[in-house]
């Protein structure tokens, strides 16, 4: 088929779809805005519970997996290796109500939708709710995807842990989870991955159209940057003495930011987090640790970047008389994502009276580490100003109606040939 070729958009029933949105968004609400699901938590639970009904009040098989995905499964006629749709429910802290939330209640929808308009389809068509990716609660991430396509580390879920201590092997036996079978989750028998997102950022919505076709996903690198100065007291040192390691910390956080901006789009770099020691209002601080997410959709580029952070650093480490020390945390390559997949979308995107843009994705997402199991495809729909990972991350409802039409008409094509 060409990629000019025009199909039926598919219908859905868009009421259901918006309720369950907003349904979705109150597990793990906060009372201060933004939703917080973090992986095993009690809001996670409940969220997984939620998801897992709707899976059943549609009559697909569910299961949970050895990490705790949730899948649903209509099993084709024909058999074959499965077509699959989803994306995560976990939240990052104070996030919003469509990162990952939308990709798994549009999968829903769309599978839900095809089995009611079409039947049982050829091939295994199948919805996940994906148990984490944002590297929220462990100092891990994409533990649900990685898991699916066999890249957890050896030992992994007794080494990390969480701000409490508590290993990802205990929260995982907190909700019934056993961390020994993890193995048990990884699929060899996918075929197609295709995910529905928020873009998270505004090229869409400056510049049109209304849906995009991700070619490729960012490599994205976090650093823990840890600076050694001096303590000492904050009312009897001169000034022009101090090895302040905050000082030092702030210089580098303004050098990390000039770089990615002098290296241009879509270079990026942000300085999420940041702790002092002693951390005592009377103490020049003695030690700074903050960590680095830098990307970029070129490996070269990203390299690049990667290492004129460090010069940088090294630099005013020098200048100011600190200590400064690197560390890779996790180091993800950029990914390119399946070509004929991209075709399946556009197809749908022009049955919806869109030709979509093709563009890259910033951002990090279960996509990037299932196209080591799968042939992915990724389709966006706008967010209102670009904003995500905070409470007011929206998309209109009509994009999110667009966008699961599109979606379910990308897994027709896929799951209901002859
Ligand atoms: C997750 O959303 C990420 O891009 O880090
Ligand atoms: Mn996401
Ligand atoms: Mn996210």
């Not at 199909?7 to 201060?32: C, K």
Request: proline letters at 4%.
């Amino acid at each position: 088929m060409s990629a000019t070729t025009t199909r039926e958009l598919v219908e859905i029933d868009e009421r259901r779809l918006l309720r369950r949105l907003d349904d979705l968004a109150q597990r793990g609400a906060l009372a201060q805005g933004g939703i917080y699901r973090a992986l095993y938590s009690p809001a996670w639970s409940s969220a997984m519970e939620l998801v897992a009904g709707w899976l059943k009040e549609a009559g697909l098989f569910v299961r949970r997996d050895a990490v705790g995905n949730v899948w649903g499964r209509i099993e084709g006629s024909r058999g074959g290796r499965a077509i699959v749709t989803g994306s995560h429910i976990d939240t990052v802290r104070g996030g919003g109500a469509l990162d990952g939330a939308l990709g798994v209640v549009a999968g829903i929808e769309a599978v839900t939708s095809l089995w009611d308009r079409f039947g049982r389809s050829t091939r295994i068509l199948e919805c996940v709710a994906i148990c984490e990716e944002e590297g929220s609660r462990f100092n891990t991430n994409f533990w649900g995807a990685r898991a699916i396509a066999d890249r957890l580390e050896p030992g992994e879920a007794d080494r990390v842990r969480d701000a409490d201590g508590m290993t990802l092997a205990e929260a995982m036996r907190s909700v019934g989870l056993d961390p020994a079978t993890a193995a048990g989750a990884v699929r060899r028998d996918i075929d197609v991955f295709v995910e529905l997102h928020v873009e998270q950022g505004p090229i869409l919505e400056d510049h049109g159209p209304r849906l995009g076709v991700v070619t490729t996903i960012a490599g994205t690198a976090h650093l823990e940057v840890t600076v050694r100065g001096q303590p000492d007291h904050a009312g009897a040192m001169a000034m022009t003495r101090r090895r302040d390691a905050l000082l030092g910390a702030s210089a580098m956080t303004l050098a990390i930011a000039e770089t990615a901006v002098r290296m241009g789009h879509p270079a990026v770099a942000t300085v999420g987090t940041i702790a002092v020691e002693p951390a005592q209002v009377n103490v020049v601080p003695g030690i700074a640790r903050f960590t680095v997410d830098a990307r970029h959709t070129d490996p070269a580029r990203r390299t690049e970047l990667l290492t004129q952070i460090g010069d940088a650093c090294k630099a005013i480490a020098r200048e100011r008389k600190l200590d400064v020390e690197i560390r890779t945390l996790r180091d993800r390559p950029p990914v390119t994502l399946s070509p004929r997949i991209a075709d399946v979308l556009r197809r749908a995107c022009l049955a919806a009276g869109m030709e979509p843009r093709d563009m890259t994705s910033g951002a990090g997402h279960d996509a990037q580490v299932l196209t080591a199991a799968a042939n992915v495809g990724m389709l966006f729909v706008p967010s209102i100003g670009g904003r995500s990972h905070c409470p007011d991350e929206a998309t209109t409802a009509d994009d999110v109606v667009l966008g699961t039409r599109a979606l379910a008409t990308a897994l027709r094509e896929l799951a209901y040939q002859m």
